[in-house]
């Protein structure tokens, strides 16, 4: 069964971000595009001729996406949540590591962007981890799914997660790093056909990852833990349509200024 | 494949370019992206983004400045790929017509596959454009398509094509 | 056992002896295989070997103490620095009273325990291969024959320097050879005897001399209070003052390991040849202090000093690789990376559980072969293609593609899954937190770990921006000429690195962090594809239609000047507190 959904894993992101879009859309009174356009969109794709810079940059972003695939992958299999989050730092890598290796201006800027937002998300979700720790006293995600009373006892932890959920699915305001209007994409702007598919499907698997830690507050709850995925995906498209993108120096001032010490309070309240 | 073609023309992104135009049929562009027209209920997302589109959505006559741009960036279109010209001028070189800091249209330097007329061309006009180019779009091949002028060297890596300098200098092709 | 210090010796004086290359290539080779192989054979057996020096000896070592004293006078006169002419004489005083109330020895002053074999295992495995590097490197230097031999034979003198300390039991004993390791770095760090050099040497030898002055000060509070100066003893007895000396040694530890505010010899070091950077600050001087802070760990462990030990080498971690981000030249950004990751060791070593202590030794097994594949990677591109700073390396990897995959390798190793370091810290994390609700403290540890990692993954990345950069493929790129005396030392410590990293992930017994080595392949599979990938079309770059090629600039965050002084202050401060925690307890 669990195989099975890591399977479909791509398609359920695929989902949720084509329901991201009818939601922003019906926010914005428009009617949208229809919920299954993630999937035209990657039919169409394939169908496209492929142009590569080298073949070095075109592969890494397949390796992105089956590392990233891995991750999500161990999520679903309840596995330590530390080797995950780490496990994610390293498909961001290779992906940073691809908007390196080509010469191209928009390139490197996203590139930088996204290192930075990896400075900005990464200890936030590391805490996250060990404040889930202190609760259940296991790193196991299947451990911890057997737990309960997150909410409770880490209700900081939980704004402080919220504050980084729109860096990582990447929401304004803290868009910078895709930034379409400023550095037409980043790091995707130069794939195209096949390969962009592979950072278009990891998209969705961000989508994935970053929810399923929204939704290990429930606990052992799945009911609560879908109530606040749900809500955490209401507020988050509800603040992209409301603000302006912010400046990556900015991020990283709201991020470690707000997000970590609210963080820090509420571990040092378990505590004490 | 037959199966994958059917998707084309429910998810054409499209690229914007302004070849030197007064920017009124810009506005109209975006007009009918904004949530009254709404063109992303057909899928349409404005990437930007000459790697990723499927149609160019070129406004203005072409001045000698963005010449080799609208070419650069038309080669970079990866096929199968539409070029709707939008508005007169792009079209016909309109108001811009015989002035010698212009071209009179497009056509002279890509191939167009859809002219929408007006000055500026309205919303409505620019969305019937490109449903219509999207039968085109349907129907195309994945063969390479080539600019008309300012074609230059193409070089190969082991029997396969390479676009790199598609387009060459303008200079070397004035004659 | 005696192989490892002699051996060099007996090496260095051949290399003497017979300045040519030839030999020299032999010579280091075989005390590379030699040593590695006894240090090897040591580790596998559990005997502890202890060893009483005669009467004659300890004479012995109080002259060449002295000399030695003597002799950074001569040189603070020579070149007119108040600084070491202050501290030599007052080593030489302290150093004076110390001997003349120091007991008769009661036990063994050199005791080769666990964790000098492990130490051996470091310091000889990587300094023999730094020592090979070196004949080829200094074949490229511009300087004479004889000079050349007596780099080689002071690098090997230096290995047997090393080999004795981490083996001294006696306070006074390691502080003969922890000022010998001083003057070892202040000759090579002014080898190249330009003002530059001269004057980074001079600082080098006052701020070590610091942590001699400390230590003395330490062995005096020892004998005072206890009456020995003997490590063993003195770890082993109680009472309130045992703390005030441990923390007096656990500061010239900082002091070594250069955390702030002492880097500046550290990185004043990198105008030195590569393989004195590699060798002092990567593979072999600057382990001195995690090593002194893990023989002081079980008195350290849980104490209010312990907590706070490691508070501060946490707060060294970070706020060296913060300093970092602004710094252009890549040695230096390698050496400030070094020394936060000494912080990182010194405070995991500090914590004094069995298995943060164990953490603090795996990741300084893998952080000296990583930084010594880093550095002598620079040393390859200094040498071949005379390139410095990050700025000067824009696009290299079309130049050099050997040499940016080892240092790819050595980027990748320090900060990635399943390399050595990595699970170092994920491990670290695991275990500090299963500590925290006794130690609160501890809580800033983790998340300066935390934080650190990130900025140093910054760091190392945006070094790799630099030289990743490249151009449409259409044009192959040019192939690179790196001679065997600088790719066979690489392939070892790459090779090695890999082997251990492996080895580790083995001895967890944790099926799960075996898994973690999967995507790992998925990355060794990819280039089989490359073959795959010429049907598809080249394309150049987008750049809005223009058709020339734009590089963007690298980054960096300076830290206003303000920021910087707060930053010094604070650690002096901490410094200052260290000590003042260790009285107080």
Same mark, same amino acid.
């Given at each position: 069964m669990t195989w099975i959904w890591i399977l479909l894993a791509p398609l359920l992101g695929g989902l949720i971000y084509g329901g991201e879009r009818v939601l922003r859309a019906r926010m914005q009174r428009r009617q949208g595009p229809p919920l299954l356009q993630p999937f035209y969109d990657m039919f169409k794709l394939l169908d496209k001729r492929t142009l590569i810079i080298h073949a070095p940059h075109a592969l890494l972003a397949v390796a992105h996406f089956l590392v990233l695939w891995f991750t999500v992958a161990a999520i679903f299999l309840g596995w330590n949540l530390l080797y995950i989050i780490f496990l994610h730092l390293f498909a961001q890598i290779l992906l940073i590591l691809a908007g390196y290796s080509v010469r191209s201006v928009y390139s490197h800027l996203g590139a930088n962007r996204e290192l930075l937002m990896v400075v900005a998300y990464e200890p936030i979700l590391i805490v996250v981890a060990v404040g889930f720790y202190l609760i259940s006293? !296991?790193?196991e995600i299947s451990t911890i799914l057997q737990g309960g009373g997150y909410w409770h006892q880490l209700p900081l932890l939980f704004v402080a997660l919220l504050i980084i959920v729109p860096i990582k699915v990447k929401? !304004?305001?803290?868009d910078v790093g895709e930034a379409h209007q400023e550095i037409v994409g980043g790091i995707e702007i130069e794939y195209s056909g096949v390969f962009y598919e592979f950072l278009y499907m990891s998209r969705f698997l961000e989508y994935i990852f970053i929810y399923s830690f929204v939704f290990l507050f429930g606990g052992e709850s799945y009911w609560l833990g879908a109530v606040l995925v749900a809500g955490t995906f209401l507020v988050v498209n509800l603040v992209d349509n409301a603000t302006a993108r912010v400046h990556t120096a900015d991020m990283l001032k709201i991020v470690y200024g707000v997000a970590m010490s609210l963080a820090i309070i509420n571990i040092l309240g378990v505590l004490l | 494949m037959k199966f994958f073609t059917t998707f084309r023309k429910k998810s054409p992104w499209i690229l914007h370019y302004n070849?030197?135009?007064?920017n009124g049929c810009d506005i109209e562009i975006l007009a009918s992206l904004?949530?009254?027209?709404?063109?992303?209920?057909?899928?349409?997302?404005?990437?930007?983004?000459?790697?990723?589109?499927?149609i160019f959505l070129v406004t203005g006559p072409v001045t000698y400045r963005s010449r080799e741009r609208l070419v650069e960036l038309y080669t970079q279109i990866p096929e199968p790929k539409v070029v709707v010209a939008v508005g007169s001028c792009t079209a016909t070189?309109?108001?811009?017509?015989?002035?010698?800091?212009?071209?009179?249209?497009?056509d002279r330097y890509i191939p167009v596959d859809v002219y929408v007329p007006g000055c500026a061309s309205s919303p409505q006009l620019i969305i019937d454009g490109l449903v219509k180019a999207l039968e085109i779009l349907e129907a195309k091949s994945k063969e390479i398509e080539k600019p008309f002028k300012l074609f230059g060297a193409i070089e190969t890596i082991g029997n396969k094509l390479s676009r790199l300098n598609m387009a060459k200098k303008v200079h070397n092709d004035e004659n | 056992m005696s192989t490892l210090f002699l051996l060099p010796i007996i090496a260095s004086v051949f290399t003497l002896l017979l300045p040519f290359e030839r030999v020299h290539y032999f010579i280091s080779a075989s005390v590379l295989v030699i040593l590695s192989v006894s240090a090897f054979l040591l580790y596998s057996s559990p005997e502890i070997v202890t060893f009483q020096l005669s009467h004659s000896m300890n004479l012995l070592v109080v002259i060449a103490d002295i000399i030695l004293l003597l002799y950074f006078l001569y040189q603070g006169i020579k070149f007119k620095s108040a600084n070491v002419i202050f501290l030599s004489a007052v080593q030489l005083l302290l150093y004076g009273y110390v001997e003349s109330i120091a007991p008769i020895?009661?036990?063994?002053?050199?005791v080769v325990d666990n964790l000098s074999k492990f130490m051996f295992l470091i310091i000889n495995g990587v300094g023999g291969i730094i020592v090979l590097y070196s004949v080829r490197y200094m074949?490229?230097?511009?300087?004479s024959a004889t000079k050349k031999s007596l780099f080689i034979a002071g690098l090997l003198l230096f290995i047997s320097i090393m080999n004795l300390i981490v083996c001294a039991n006696s306070i006074l004993l390691f502080f003969l050879l922890f000022e010998m390791t001083t003057l070892a770095s202040y000759l090579l760090i002014s080898f190249r005897n330009d003002p530059l050099s001269r004057a980074n040497g001079l600082k080098a030898l006052w701020m070590n001399q610091i942590g001699g002055v400390i230590i003395l000060l330490g062995a005096l509070v020892a004998i005072e209070g206890?009456?020995?100066?003997m490590f063993d003893t003195l770890l082993k007895s109680s009472g309130g003052m045992v703390l005030f000396a441990v923390a007096l040694l656990s500061l010239s530890a900082l002091v070594k390991g250069a955390a702030l505010p002492f880097e500046g010899w550290l990185l004043g070091?990198?105008?030195?040849?590569t393989p004195v950077s590699a060798m002092?600050?990567?593979?072999?001087?600057?382990k001195i202090a995690p090593y002194l802070i893990l023989k002081l760990a079980p008195v350290l462990g849980s104490t209010l000093l312990g907590n706070f030990f490691s508070v501060t080498g946490a707060l060294v971690f970070v706020a060296a690789s913060y300093l970092a981000?602004?710094?252009?030249v890549f040695k230096e950004i390698l050496g400030y990376s070094t020394v936060a990751l000494l912080g990182l060791m010194m405070a995991l070593a500090a914590i004094g559980t069995k298995e943060s202590m164990t953490l603090a030794m795996v990741l300084m097994v893998f952080h000296a072969l990583s930084k010594a594949l880093l550095f002598l990677s620079a040393g390859v591109l200094e040498k071949q293609?005379?390139?410095?700073?990050i700025e000067e390396m824009k696009g290299l990897v079309h130049r050099a593609p050997k040499t940016v995959g080892f240092i790819l390798f050595g980027f990748v190793s320090l900060t990635?899954?399943?390399f050595g370091l990595f699970m170092g810290k994920l491990l670290a994390i695991t275990s500090i937190s299963s500590l925290l609700r006794e130690r609160p403290l501890l809580l800033i540890v983790v998340l300066s770990l935390v934080i650190g990692s990130a900025l140093l993954v910054l760091l190392y990345f945006k070094v790799a921006s630099a030289i990743l950069?490249?151009?449409?493929?259409?044009h192959p790129s040019e192939k690179e000429y790196l001679p065997y005396g600088f790719s066979i030392p690489l392939w070892l410590l790459t090779l090695y690195s890999i082997a251990v990293s492996l080895g580790f992930i083995v001895l967890q017994k944790n099926l799960f962090i075996a898994w973690l080595a999967l995507p790992l392949l998925v990355v060794i599979l990819l280039p089989s594809m490359v073959k795959r990938m010429e049907q598809y079309d080249r394309i150049q770059p987008?750049?809005?239609?223009?058709k020339e090629l734009f590089d963007a600039a690298l980054v960096y965050y300076e830290p206003s000047i303000r920021v910087r002084q707060m930053i010094y202050w604070s650690f002096g401060m901490l410094f200052v507190a260290v000590a003042f925690i260790g009285v107080l307890s």
């Open positions: 006293g !296991s790193f929401k !304004s305001p803290f | 070849a030197g135009s007064c904004a949530p009254k027209f709404d063109l992303e209920r057909f899928g349409v997302i404005n990437t930007g983004n000459p790697k990723q589109s499927d070189g309109g108001v811009f017509r015989g002035m010698v800091n212009t071209e009179d249209g497009i | 020895a009661g036990s063994a002053e050199i074949h490229d230097e511009a300087v206890f009456g020995t100066v070091a990198m105008v030195a040849p002092l600050h990567s593979a072999t001087m600057v981000l602004s710094r252009f293609y005379h390139v410095k700073s990635l899954p399943p950069s490249s151009p449409c493929d259409i987008y750049h809005c239609g223009e």
